[in-house]
């Protein structure tokens, strides 16, 4: 059993939901990523959402468009995000995924990044921008790593695809809270719940809810009927605020904390 696995086992065994957490990579500095991701796990974690940063972040909202900008300045590419977490791994075992666009893992090349991930210590991908239908390669190359592949259903998603990301993905499946981008929002869309059951019909891997979801109200909300839930922007844009401030990384551990 995978890492992945693990954790949302030993989830259900305790009565208890997960809380995923998202950083982009290099936001402010790569120092500062391999010390969040040993906070992060250590302040309520399930597992750990890394967002490769990358130029045309397309589903993104300002606040991780923003990140994403902040991150490329620095100048680093995926091996050093992969060397990041290589580090962190030797301080904690929570599982890591890659959330990344096509492009940079293409870059890099599919087969190299398959086993660079493995070694570094990642437990899965999640590529936004890439179907399930046009995945094979790369989910081949992932499994024969024992790695997972995550995929991302929405509202809009037919009875249909959601059976075929069923039948495709491991790991857990990302429930897309609503249409757009992310960000944000002061209530989270009843067609989350509503998405959520829909999927039931089709897997029984866990299921987590991301996109909007920014406070401690909606983080319990969304508990009810997911298995996780997935904050972002509301992390990054605590991260933004603080920016320059020494005490940063313990600051937004604490944040953490108060929404779990």
Do not use: C, W
Not at 48 to 70: H, K, N, T
Not at 77 to 91: F, P, S, T, W, Y
Not at 123 to 150: C, K, N, Y
Not at 207 to 222: P, R
């Amino acid at each position: 059993m995978g890492r992945i696995a693990g954790s949302f086992t030993n989830l259900k065994r305790e009565g208890k939901k997960g809380f995923i957490p998202f950083i982009t990579a290099g936001d402010p500095d790569l120092a500062t990523t391999e010390r969040l991701l040993v906070t992060l796990a250590q302040s309520g974690a399930t597992l750990i959402e890394l967002g490769v940063p990358f130029s045309d972040p397309m589903a993104d909202g300002p606040v991780i468009q923003r990140a994403s900008e902040r991150a490329l300045k620095n100048n680093f590419g995926v091996g050093e995000i992969l060397d990041v977490v290589a580090r962190a791994r030797e301080q904690t075992d929570i599982p890591i995924i890659l959330f990344s666009y096509y492009n940079p893992l293409l870059q890099f090349g599919l087969r190299r990044l398959a086993a660079a991930a493995k070694d570094a210590g990642v437990d899965g991908v999640l590529v936004t921008d890439l179907s399930p239908e046009e995945a094979g390669d790369f989910e081949e190359q992932l499994h024969a790593r024992e790695l997972d592949m995550i995929f991302l259903v929405a509202p809009t998603s037919t009875d249909e695809r959601l059976k075929l990301i069923a039948e495709r993905a491991s790991g857990f499946i990302y429930a897309v809270s609503r249409a757009g981008v992310t960000g944000t929002r002061e209530t989270v869309s009843f067609e989350a719940e509503k998405l959520v059951n829909r999927l039931r019909k089709f897997s029984e891997l866990p299921v987590a809810v991301g996109f909007g979801i920014s406070n401690a109200e909606q983080v319990a909300d969304v508990h009810r009927y997911a298995d996780a839930v997935v904050v972002g922007s509301a992390i990054v844009a605590e991260m933004e605020r603080l920016e320059g401030e020494p005490d940063l990384v313990e600051r937004i551990g604490e944040f953490l904390t108060g929404m779990t």
